[in-house]
């Protein structure tokens, strides 16, 4: 595996639970990494920088506390900022970053050779999460240690690149880490993420439907009965290309099939991206139960392994 010194030997699974906007908090985060994988939060889940820096300690001192209990050191947890000038807590959330010295810093929206080289001044690692080679190259060229490649059918702002094109471009400039985000469920679709070239597997929709997540319990029950047909990739909901879930669409009043543009779009106080229309990726179909973090890391472990196994053994 292609990761920094920082992360070697410290992860057990390769995965990571991506930064889910209203959906990653300090349980998912600190039942990921016990779990062995990398856990993730946006900062902007907290409503202000005292609040990001208040979890940032639990966080530390959860881990530490399970760490001083024996069994397996945990993995080593990480933080999303949103880099764009639009973002107007930036320079304190950064601030508060490097203060806690969190270990990953996954950006996105920007890649900024400043804010790297202040996250790597402490020993921290920087990811940054792209959807197109125009962006990888920005990324690679700004000293990031890690790509993450957002393929088409990933939740969220997702790309419309095919994985498998994806990830062969990038690793035609790029020699970091590589991760791969776009509808992974399972153990052996991240053994085939690794077999793709990625050295890691970023998993979104799969953790939001884990009891940890922050998510409504509508949101989650929503993911467990939909399936690829019932996600909606537009741009009319938050102003940027995004899949979304129809059926939260058609709940909110909207119709899937004749959304105004963006500026256009009435978004009355419930009716809103991420809070009330919900994201989730084109995987959704494979996702049909609600586990613990650790439980579904163990699941993923063990799918994993034996992946790999049938793999070495040919055909």
Same mark, same amino acid.
């Given at each position: 595996?292609?990761?920094?010194?920082?992360?070697?030997?410290?992860?057990?699974?390769?995965?990571?639970?991506?930064?889910?906007?209203? =959906?990653?908090?300090?349980?998912?985060?600190?039942?990921?990494?016990?779990?062995?994988?990398?856990?993730?939060?946006?900062?902007?889940?907290?409503?202000?920088?005292?609040?990001?820096?208040?979890?940032?300690?639990?966080?530390?001192?959860?881990?530490?506390?399970?760490?001083?209990?024996?069994?397996?050191?945990?993995?080593?947890?990480?933080?999303?900022?949103?880099?764009?000038?639009?973002?107007?807590?930036?320079?304190?959330?950064?601030?508060?970053?490097?203060?806690?010295?969190?270990?990953?810093?996954?950006?996105?929206?920007?890649?900024?050779?400043?804010?790297?080289?202040?996250?790597?001044?402490?020993? /921290?690692?920087?990811?940054?999460?792209?959807?197109?080679?125009?962006? =990888?190259?920005?990324?690679?060229?700004?000293?990031?240690?890690?790509?993450?490649?957002?393929?088409?059918?990933?939740?969220?702002?997702?790309?419309?690149?095919?994985?498998?094109?994806?990830?062969?471009?990038?690793?035609?400039?790029?020699? /970091?880490?590589?991760?791969?985000? /776009?509808?992974?469920?399972?153990?052996?679709?991240?053994?085939?993420?690794?077999?793709?070239?990625?050295?890691?597997?970023?998993?979104?929709?799969?953790?939001?439907?884990?009891?940890?997540?922050?998510?409504?319990?509508?949101?989650?029950?929503?993911?467990?009965?939909?399936?690829?047909?019932?996600?909606?990739?537009?741009?009319?909901?938050?102003?940027?290309? =995004?899949?979304?879930?129809?059926?939260?669409?058609?709940?909110?009043?909207?119709?899937?099939?004749?959304?105004?543009?963006?500026?256009?779009?009435?978004?009355?106080?419930?009716?809103?991206?991420?809070?009330?229309?919900?994201?989730? /990726?084109?995987?959704?179909?494979?996702?049909?139960?609600?586990?613990?973090?650790?439980?579904?890391?163990?699941?993923?472990?063990?799918?994993?392994?034996?992946?790999?196994?049938?793999? =070495?053994?040919?055909?």
């Amino acid at each position: 595996m292609a990761l920094p010194d920082q992360l070697k030997g410290r992860l057990r699974l390769p995965v990571v639970a991506a930064p889910m906007f209203l =959906a990653s908090g300090p349980d998912l985060v600190v039942e990921t990494c016990r779990a062995g994988a990398l856990g993730t939060f946006p900062a902007l889940n907290q409503r202000s920088t005292e609040g990001y820096g208040d979890w940032l300690s639990e966080i530390r001192d959860r881990l530490a506390e399970a760490e001083a209990a024996g069994g397996p050191p945990p993995a080593p947890f990480g933080v999303n900022l949103i880099v764009h000038r639009t973002n107007p807590r930036l320079d304190a959330d950064l601030e508060m970053t490097v203060r806690h010295k969190v270990p990953v810093v996954i950006t996105s929206l920007g890649a900024v050779p400043e804010l790297v080289r202040e996250v790597q001044a402490y020993g /921290g690692v920087v990811f940054h999460d792209v959807i197109s080679l125009r962006h =990888a190259r920005k990324a690679a060229g700004a000293g990031v240690d890690g790509i993450i490649a957002v393929s088409a059918g990933a939740g969220g702002h997702a790309g419309r690149m095919s994985p498998f094109a994806l990830t062969s471009e990038i690793r035609g400039f790029f020699d /970091g880490t590589l991760l791969l985000a /776009g509808a992974i469920n399972t153990g052996a679709q991240v053994a085939a993420a690794r077999a793709m070239g990625a050295d890691l597997a970023y998993l979104g929709t799969r953790f939001i439907a884990t009891r940890e997540a922050l998510s409504p319990r509508e949101h989650k029950a929503m993911i467990l009965g939909a399936d690829a047909a019932d996600v909606i990739y537009t741009d009319r909901i938050s102003g940027v290309n =995004a899949n979304f879930l129809r059926p939260s669409i058609a709940a909110a009043g909207l119709d899937p099939d004749a959304l105004p543009p963006h500026e256009g779009l009435d978004m009355a106080a419930d009716v809103k991206a991420w809070k009330t229309i919900w994201s989730a /990726g084109e995987g959704v179909g494979g996702i049909t139960d609600l586990p613990g973090a650790s439980e579904l890391c163990a699941r993923l472990g063990e799918e994993y392994r034996a992946a790999v196994r049938a793999l =070495a053994a040919g055909f």
